[in-house]
């Protein structure tokens, strides 16, 4: 169950980086070069890890790629949290988004045995 959870988790946030790239672009830090492909390549990338993660002959290598790409995009998180930008959501959730990280980082890695 937990697979397909996580497995339907990357495959819609995915789906939404072409759906609401306007979304996804409001969180990239300003230091992250060309921002909108970036956006379009991270969400390619969680389609693919998501779906890979389905198939048991890619499921290590999937788990290894989240885990991957959940460190490249902890900036964005970083900065929604230190920005001030970002005033519509409590603090609280900002910053818990963080550790958070670690937790999904511990979950994609249960999938790379």
Known sequence: MSLYLMSLLYVVAGILHFVRPQTYLRIMPPSIP??????Y???FAELVLGLALLVPSLRTWAAWGIILLL????PANWYM????????????ILWARLPLQGVLIYWAYTFTK
């Open 34 to 39: 060309a921002p909108l492909a970036m956006v």
């Open 41 to 43: 390549l991270s969400g």
């Open 71 to 74: 460190i490249a995009v902890f």
């Open 81 to 92: 949290a230190t920005s001030g930008k970002f005033t519509n959501i409590p603090a609280w």
